[in-house]
């Protein structure tokens, strides 16, 4: 059991889903023959890092301008065609690859970094976290270690994460 008061642990090991896996088929056709094929063959750990080949091997660029996707299998239009987008395609796209794969997989947005500001003598100081500072990440889950943190984007443009934070696998 976990300890009283791991809240922490408690989070990360809170089992998968069903709408962990959810993938509506046929929506990103190539995206989900290549989960298939990976699931037919890999473990979960190695999937990941299949997907982190993938995304390697797409010349993948990261934008705040990318263009329009497509209504029809946008995500595959995004790894194959457009190649390029920002911090929440990338998410978005890994963690459908993800559950075509059969790996447990969701998408968390919240926010990296921001900018310390020191105390001015009234308090300790504050951490100035602005909407530049926004970000979008994945999480899947891999036995033994329940929820593990990926960060597609840091594969696409790694000077976009700041520290390596959110570095992934």
């Known amino acids: 059991g976990l300890a ?10 809170r089992a998968p889903q069903v709408d962990d896996l959810a993938f509506p088929p046929g929506s990103n056709p190539r995206l989900e023959a290549i989960g298939r094929g990976w699931a037919a063959s890999l473990s979960p750990t190695e999937r990941v890092a299949a997907a982190r080949q993938l995304f390697s091997s797409q010349a993948l660029r990261y934008t ?50 921001g900018e310390w500001v020191p105390a001015d ?8 976290v602005r909407q530049r500072d926004a970000h979008a990440w994945s999480e899947v889950w891999l036995e033994p270690n329940g929820w593990v943190r990926v960060d597609p984007t840091a594969w696409v443009a790694p000077q976009r994460i700041a520290g390596g934070v959110m570095a992934g696998l």
């Open 4 to 13: 009283a008061g791991d809240s922490t642990a408690a989070w990360r090991r």
């Open 64 to 113: 705040l301008e990318p263009q329009t996707l497509p209504d029809a299998a946008p995500l595959d239009a995004l790894l194959f065609t457009t190649r390029a987008g920002f911090c929440e395609h990338f998410a978005s796209s890994f963690t459908a690859l993800m559950r075509a794969a059969g790996v447990p997989a969701r998408v968390v947005i919240g926010y990296q970094g």
């Open 121 to 128: 003598g009234w308090g300790s100081g504050y951490l100035d």
